[in-house]
């Protein structure tokens, strides 16, 4: 299984947008069974994790994001979802999803851009 991220772009400090991930590849892995997460990497900086969301569809974020970014998931699409707003140009980064633990390939992320 590989993750596909969509939904990066360019927006203005205080815009808003909505990421999207989809797990592909193998129909036999269980995507319904597995916690999932978001992550981000800024220029220069480590990755870190921002949002989660297991398969009981509860959810936890950094503080960074925690009021401004919603996390949410659609098992029959195998998909999931990162609602952002209020962006400020420190949430600059590329933006990754994976699932928590056994880690499936990594996808080339999708990049946001925050102008102050």
């Known amino acids: 299984v590989y993750m596909v991220e969509s939904g990066g772009g360019f927006v203005q400090a205080g815009g808003s947008l909505r990421l999207s991930c989809k797990a592909s590849g193998s129909i036999l892995s269980d995507f319904s069974g597995s916690d999932m997460d978001w992550y981000r990497q800024a220029p220069g900086k480590q990755r870190e994790l921002v949002a989660s969301i297991t398969t009981e569809r509860t959810t936890d974020y950094s503080g960074s994001v925690k009021g401004r970014f919603t996390i949410s998931r659609d098992n029959a699409k195998r998909m999931v979802y990162l609602q952002m707003i209020s962006l400020s140009s420190e949430d600059t980064a590329v933006y990754y999803c994976?699932?928590?633990?056994?880690?499936?390939?990594w996808g080339p992320g999708t990049q946001v851009t925050v102008s102050s």
């Open positions: 994976n699932r928590r633990g056994n880690l499936w390939t």
